[in-house]
């Protein structure tokens, strides 16, 4: 079986500890395509199908990463990596039925490619290979992996329902963010510190600095969606679909009469007629800014939980992977 080398935008100031990462997402692509190497050819070709349209892998990378807070080189890192990668790539089947979406990762989405039938029984399919790895790293793995899911799923129902009266829309957004996103990303890191023997203290600031980044993670994708040109990716995607990113948020909270034209178009799904001007307003507003402002800060946050590590290779790759957050939303 011929296995693409990984790839990650993302670099490390290390160049050793660069190639021991490289070298071990190749493992993990490995290891993902082997989880669905199943006899039943469509699951087989469904299962494999987001594996194969590739990703960031930045949640395995982050496990990978903090394993060397402690032993690198102990049992079960990789276990852990992959079993929370497909975790993800679960959720996306998922997602995509809910969205309605068409494309992911460049490619068809699966149910756009076969049903919505088949894209969710490959997701829980994905789930179930998951747990089967999480069976045999231990009973306290597979607790913190049940509550990890209950977080995410919890997040993603707080999304498609009414804010409670009373609690501010961006408060409101940002802990869906840490629950949908945060809290896998968070399990990401505190499982590579975990596996590879760091102390509890170590292993505490691990998983915090996972949520804190996991909220970066998706606040700069929101911005991107604003920001890129066609030359990346597609922009205004959110807009078109009426989710409600944290620049929008900010738009719609902004009480500035110049703004008006603004909060009109983005109170819900921009219809594509107006998509260019939604952007460009967007773009020139002060709640890009604002967004933009809230990303770094949730930059710095996680930056001083990295600082406070022990020194060493991993404690600088997570001081790098701050860096690549700010400039990705470039």
Known sequence: MTTRRAQTALTFTDEAFAEAMRASLDLVEERLLKAVDTEQPLLRQSGSHLIRAGGKRFRPMLTLA?????????????????????????????????????????????????????????????????????????????????????????????????????????????????????????????????FGGA?????????????????????????????????????????????????????????????ARLRELVAGPVPEEDLDEALALLRASKALDRAKETLRQYQARARALAASLPEGAARGALVDICDYMIERDA
């Not at 975790?87 to 756009?112: C, F, I, K, Q, W």
């Not at 009973?139 to 995410?152: I, K, N, Y």
């Not at 929008?248 to 909270?253: I, Q, T």
Request: proline share 5%; net charge negative.
């Open 66 to 194: 903090c394993a060397h807070l402690g032993d690198p080189n102990r049992p079960n890192i990789l276990e852990a990596a992959v079993a929370l990668e497909l975790t993800h790539l679960a959720t996306l089947y998922h997602d995509d039925v809910m969205d309605e979406a068409l494309v992911r990762r460049g490619a068809p989405s699966a149910n756009a490619r076969w049903d919505n039938s088949v894209a969710i029984l490959t997701g829980d399919y994905l789930f179930s290979q998951a747990a089967q790895i999480m069976a045999e790293l231990g009973t306290d793995a597979v607790r913190l992996q049940a509550a990890t899911f209950a977080r995410l799923v919890r997040g993603q129902i707080n999304e498609t329902m009414p804010r409670p009266e009373g609690i501010d829309a961006v408060e409101w957004h940002l802990e869906i963010l840490s629950e949908k996103t945060g809290s896998l990303i968070a399990t990401c890191a505190k499982f590579g510190a975990w």
């Open 199 to 259: 102390d509890e203290a170590v292993t505490a600031i691990a998983e915090e600095y996972g949520e804190v980044i996991g909220v970066a993670f998706q606040i700069a994708d929101d911005i991107i969606d604003i920001t890129s040109d066609a030359s990346g990716k597609t922009p205004g995607t959110d807009l078109l679909e009426g989710v409600p990113t944290l620049p929008v948020l900010y738009a719609l909270a902004d009480d500035d009469p110049a703004g």
